[in-house]
């Protein structure tokens, strides 16, 4: 056993030797390896005393051990602090990333499309070319009305259209699952005959549609509310105006108060620019009519629901200030990366 | 249709403390919307949204009926004055025919007309003429006036001829035949077409364009000394289908193409005698003309309350359900447990069914005072659909990796496509396209995508890398609608290596199936089939990358040569791997060694003769080419111990052997 001691004395003798000759970090490592390492002092003495039959002498190498890693810490330290080389200039560029970007329009469609999610609607997409039944007929438009002669939408046929609302989804939805209830938002590209400021020929829009036993206006209501604050500010207020589309009964024009003049109407006593008198029109609903849930092979007698169809666009222009949508179907790769 | 209302129009027919602010206020939330208001002297001027089904809010009394409707449930006092419904014209007769219509069937719903005489024409009264103006009508002359006046406070045109200018006896209202011409009071010149609605007169000249404007030739002028006054009802879509062809949006039109109520000519012709009387000192020389053929029934619609009440989510007695609709002109009566209400004549074509009530209803009470309440929806759930995830995960990934994400319209020129080589006969065209660049569907997405990377040449200084995720349009035989395909476009300014790498690296991220990319035989005509290929998961070919052949880059005026590649997200979803495996982690490490081979054979075989070699090599890294000699970097591992030095030389010894030729 005495041995066994003078042997550890040695060692810490030795190591003291050794730290007192080393003044860089490497000579440090040097050190580790000797003591510490696999083939080192340490390991050899593990190795060779009979450190199982002996807890005493395990005890006592193994506070060898610790104590040599405290040294060495220590040095370690000590080297760096003197070392000027050593120092990293903490303010160097750091290796850039490639940056990419996703389009506005992707980044409006995930947000909407979350809220919803949030509120248990299932996304759907259903056809951009559409026939004229989902499209327009089987909505309760009659085939001479003159909701037909808008002059905006793109005819592929006599009875194929690019669709320039998302609504045909509400058919379509019905015939999928047959029967109430149903909870989905269709989201999709639409198209119309139209360019300016705040019109591309081609856009998104976003169809919701509920149907289920007892839906009512405060449920449409409950749903426009949820979605203008989630997406716009807890500060937004909506409102329903009466309006008129044949596909619902009653109709409604939703309005959003304007985020410019914060719903006043004015800004610094001149009238508000972007909005009417503090609001903003959000986009078209309703009270699904009843010729369109039998044209679904719904029974109106039995359920009801509601539907709204938003431009995505629209929602994204409220929200940004945004001032021309042309500016997002513009490649610029100079406009588009800053997103 | 946008109407344009003083304060004190609206006011000749409503009383009411209101003032305009809570006026207009109010009013938007129930009914018409105020969407501006101005203010001229000491009145204001409305800018009015009339919502396309309520013909009969496009006037002054219609709106004035709506704010005593809205401001009652406001709690303010509101008062409908001077209802034109409620005066009884009396005409009189045994006057001599001044004129005669004759008249073509279905094409009049009513038609009421008289003559005056002793006319005499001057300017309007100076008030009548600032009305006007605020209206923003123009001033014509105390007769002509009389007429727009009118229009604006009751939502009825009427028209008035000199009548000396006619040949009257025999008047024909019918159909125009084609290629007879008409000059309007615009002095503007129009070519009709057969089916436009007109008036000749008994020596064959036309003198209106019905519902739409006069005719020059019978024009009031200052010697007018004796007029012919019409207040017709025309078939809506006759003068709307005219009005769209000539554009020709007259006020007249917009209002005959919803069709007022004929139950307002005679009144609104009683009173335009009036005005005539006391402004230019007109008097009746004709009996009154009244072509009414129309026989509307009374229009009686039932509604149940409990229905109502569950409809619009809100508890109302019988009695706020009957006095809200009787403000509004309907009459209400109980039978057997159901209000039973009675359409107005104004409103009967707009109200059809319950769900019509039900709006009445719940508006003027009020939508605002509703509760919002989220709906309790028993949805089963639904799996995730796969392709809406995947096209999430790619735009996330592309973009994080230098990718640019750009939306491009779906329709492309014909001159794109010839551009490309792609055949037009394929795609789907427009009928009505609104310009030659946007006329063709698309079936690929990198067409648009190299006019992208055109438009951005010299823009920015790194290689410009896009992506778009959009469909693709495809014909199918015998089908009437196209099948639309989710697909991808990337197109990179960097090298062949470099997409080729981040396609494989995406693909494996989705989890798609055993991707091989082999060279292409028939790559799309725009790909340079020297350089592209197809890419399969399986057996399935999902699309294609590649270099863009230089005729068409040539033809874009494209000055790099971009590396593209485009995948059918459609099929490619099919592949997707749901299943999991797992390996357990070898316990001895590979050992990695560099291999130069000598072959003339492509890498991809190459790597594949070296990893079919043996299962202790674990996997194959193409380091470098110089002059026919490719080095790898090779993997050799055993999963159970370690391997000897000797077994890894005799391992590259057998892989050197199998390239020598």
């Given amino acids: ?339 | 249709m946008d109407i344009v209302l003083t304060d004190s129009s609206l006011r000749k027919f409503l009383d009411t403390p209101a003032n305009s602010d809570i006026l207009s206020q109010n009013v938007s939330l129930c009914g018409p919307t105020f969407d501006r208001t101005k203010q001229v002297g000491d009145d204001y001027v409305y800018e009015i949204e009339a919502i396309s089904n309520r013909i009969d809010t496009a006037s002054a009394i219609g709106v004035a009926r709506e704010a005593v409707a809205i401001l009652t449930q406001f709690n303010i006092p509101a008062k409908l004055i001077n209802d034109i419904y409620q005066e009884k014209p009396v005409f009189r007769t045994g006057l001599p025919r001044q004129f005669h219509f004759n008249i073509k069937k279905n094409q009049v719903l009513r038609f009421s007309a008289i003559s005056l005489e002793n006319i005499s024409i001057k300017p309007s009264p100076k008030d009548i003429a600032i009305f006007l103006a605020n209206c923003g009508q123009r001033p014509l002359n105390n007769c002509v006036d009389i007429t727009n006046e009118l229009t604006i406070l009751y939502g009825m045109p009427s028209h008035i001829f000199d009548l000396d200018k006619l040949a009257a006896q025999n008047l024909i209202i019918r159909d125009s035949v084609d290629g007879e011409w008409l000059t309007t009071l615009d002095n503007e010149k129009h070519k009709l077409v057969s089916g436009d609605l007109v008036i000749e007169d008994g020596s064959g000249r036309l003198v209106d364009l019905c519902g739409i404007m006069g005719g020059q030739v019978a024009e009031v002028d200052e010697h007018t000394k004796r007029i012919l006054l019409i207040v017709p009802v025309y078939d809506p879509k006759k003068i709307r289908r005219t009005s769209l062809r000539l554009q020709k949006r007259t006020i007249a039109a917009q209002l005959y193409e919803k069709q007022p109520d004929p139950e307002l000519c005679l009144p609104v012709l009683y009173k335009a005698i009036q005005l005539i009387k006391e402004r230019a000192g007109g008097e009746i020389a004709s009996p009154l003309f009244d072509y009414y053929p129309l026989n509307r029934p009374p229009k009686l619609i039932a509604l149940d309350l409990e229905w109502l009440n569950a409809f619009v989510g809100v508890n109302l007695n019988q009695e706020t359900v009957i006095s809200i609709l009787a403000s509004l002109g309907f009459g209400g009566t109980i039978d057997s447990g159901k209000i039973v209400c009675t359409v107005p004549s104004w409103r009967y074509y707009d109200i059809n069914i319950k769900e019509d009530l039900a709006e009445e209803v719940a508006r003027i009470y009020g939508y605002f005072k509703l509760p919002p309440i989220l709906p309790c929806v028993n949805l089963p759930s639904e799996a995730v659909n796969p392709l809406l995830k995947a096209e999430s995960f790619i735009k996330r990934y592309l973009s994080d990796i230098g990718y640019h994400e750009i939306y491009n319209n779906s329709l492309i020129s014909l001159e794109l496509l010839e551009k490309m080589g792609l055949n037009p006969a394929d795609h789907l065209k427009l009928n009505n396209a609104l310009s030659r660049d946007y006329e063709y569907l698309r079936m690929s997405l990198v067409p648009s995508a190299l006019l992208n990377h055109k438009h951005n040449q010299g823009k920015i200084d790194e290689p410009l890398k896009t992506f778009e995720i959009a469909n693709c349009y495809q014909k199918i035989e015998g089908r009437e609608l196209p099948r639309e395909i989710s697909t991808l476009a990337m197109l990179s300014g960097e090298d062949y290596r470099k997409i080729k790498g981040e396609i494989e690296a995406l693909l494996w991220k989705l989890r798609v199936k055993d991707i091989s990319f082999k060279p292409s035989r028939t790559p799309p005509p725009f790909f340079n089939p020297a350089g592209t290929a197809d890419i399969y998961s399986e057996k399935l070919l999902l699309g294609h990358i590649g270099s863009i052949k230089p005729g068409v880059l040539i033809k874009i005026d494209l000055l790099n040569n971009p590396m593209a590649i485009e995948i059918n997200l459609a099929d490619m979803v099919l592949k997707i791997n749901r299943k999991y495996e797992f390996h357990p982690v070898p316990e001895y490490p590979p050992v990695l060694e560099e291999m130069t081979i000598d072959s003339r054979k492509s890498l991809g075989v190459i790597i594949e003769t070296i990893q079919n070699t043996s299962e202790l090599i674990k996997k194959v890294q193409y380091i470098n080419s110089f002059k026919g000699k490719h080095s790898f970097g090779i993997s050799f591992g055993n999963d159970n111990r370690n391997l000897e030095q000797s077994e890894i030389n005799t391992l590259k010894d057998i892989i050197q052997n199998r390239f020598k030729v």
């Fill in chain 1, 1 to 339: 056993m005495v041995t066994k001691v003078i042997e550890i004395e040695q060692i810490k003798h030795e190591l003291d030797n050794d730290l007192k000759k080393s003044s860089l970090s490497s000579d440090v490592d040097k050190l580790n390896t000797k003591y510490l390492g696999k083939q080192g002092r340490i390991n050899f003495l593990f190795k060779t005393l009979p450190v199982k039959t002996d807890p005493q002498l395990g005890k006592a190498v193994n506070e060898l051990k610790n104590l040599i890693k405290d040294k060495l810490s220590a040095k370690l330290s000590e080297t760096l602090s003197h070392a000027q080389q050593d120092i990293v200039d903490v303010t160097v560029p750091g290796l850039e990333i490639p940056q990419g970007s996703l389009h506005l329009v992707t980044q409006a469609i995930e947000e909407i499309e979350s809220i919803f999610q949030k509120l248990g609607f299932v996304r759907r997409r259903y056809p951009e070319v559409e026939t004229d039944w989902y499209y327009a007929e089987g909505l309760n438009i009659p085939k001479d009305h003159p909701a037909r002669d808008d002059q905006e939408t793109f005819y592929i046929t006599n009875n194929t259209v690019l669709t320039a609302h998302t609504s045909n989804g509400q058919l379509r939805e019905m015939e999928l699952k047959k029967t109430p209830p149903i909870k989905m938002i269709n989201i999709g590209k639409t198209y119309r005959r139209q360019i300016d400021a705040t019109h591309t020929p081609m856009f998104h829009q976003f169809e919701g549609l509920v149907i289920d036993k007892g839906i009512n206006i405060t449920h449409l209501l409950g749903v426009t509310e949820y979605f203008a604050k989630s997406y716009f500010g807890q500060e937004r207020q909506t409102r329903l105006r009466p309006h008129h589309f044949q596909f619902t009964e009653p109709s409604f024009e939703i309005d959003v108060t304007c985020g410019v003049c914060q719903g006043t109407g004015m800004v610094h006593e001149i009238p508000c620019k972007v909005c009417k008198s503090g609001w903003l029109e959000l986009g078209g609903a309703g009270m699904v009519h009843p010729n369109v849930l039998r044209n679904g092979n719904f029974d109106p007698e039995e359920c009801s629901g509601f539907a709204f169809g938003w431009g995505v666009e629209r929602v994204l222009m409220i929200k940004s200030g945004l001032p021309d949508l042309r500016l997002i179907y513009n490649d610029d790769i100079r406009f588009l990366k800053q997103f």
